[in-house]
């Protein structure tokens, strides 16, 4: 069945209106009909059967029916990962919402090669893919920051009690022994540039107490395939997939 990710509350009878281009989708490419039904989500209320009440010049409006699931979240895991190219990093996203991670951060290091970033385009990969894998939330997509301002924060407590996976290309311990030492609670998992972190860069997150540097393999990965190996190694590690 059709999922929307929709932005209005929901409760039964709740009238639910879809963006204009989801009402499109809905009635020009799908060709649903009045009284058919779809589910929708809004990342607080759970998942809901709607029916298409109506359908108008400028949209459809929808009736929220039934909920079929409460509201549950995902295990707490943030994708950080240092910007690249827009392909790369447009696959990166969809990934991490595949695979469950709760937010991406972009990071700019010293060897990030700068470049525009949509992050419109960003939060709507997000959006579909979260809507094709049946996760009842969007991950946020935050916006680029220097991985020094980064750290700065984190060490002045404002990710107080978070981990951070540090995958570093030039060697660090196994994944999966790594994370079942330091056991579950909130993670984060740091994926560098296509040129590497900086031997700078590099010092600073091994001398961190809350860092731990992983090896994601004797091959170096892409950012985006890195990003891939290194949430599904969390995920079978310490994430929710016993559920």
């Not at 590497?196 to 170096?220: M, N």
Request: hydrophobic letters at 45%; one cysteine or more; proline letters at 6%.
């Amino acid at each position: 069945m059709i999922r929307l990710h929709v932005p209005t509350p929901l409760a039964p009878d709740a009238a639910v209106l879809p963006t204009l281009d989801q009402s499109r989708y809905l009635t020009q490419v799908m060709r649903l009909k009045l009284g058919d039904s779809l589910l929708a989500f809004n990342g607080r209320e759970g998942e809901w059967r709607c029916v298409i009440a109506e359908i108008l010049k400028k949209g459809v409006v929808l009736r929220a029916e039934e909920q079929l699931r409460p509201q549950v979240m995902g295990p707490d895991v943030q994708l950080l990962i240092a910007v690249v190219k827009k392909s790369a990093l447009e696959f990166a996203v969809e990934k991490a919402t595949e695979l469950g991670a709760r937010r991406v951060g972009l990071v700019v290091t010293q060897r990030t090669q700068v470049q525009h970033v949509r992050m419109d385009r960003l939060d709507a990969i997000a959006i579909e893919a979260a809507e094709q894998t049946g996760r009842l939330d969007v991950p946020m997509i935050d916006e680029p920051l220097k991985l020094a301002d980064l750290l700065d924060g984190w060490e002045a407590g404002t990710d107080s009690g978070r981990r951070l996976m540090f995958c570093d290309e030039t060697g660090g311990a196994p994944v999966m022994g790594a994370l079942a030492e330091a056991g579950g609670g909130p993670w984060s998992i740091l994926i560098g540039p296509e040129g590497g972190f900086s031997p700078e860069e590099r010092a600073r997150l091994r001398a961190l107490p809350f860092a731990t540097a992983v090896s994601l393999g004797p091959r170096i990965l892409r950012a985006d395939t890195a990003a891939v190996a290194a949430l599904t190694l969390w995920q079978a590690a310490v994430g929710d997939w016993e559920r």
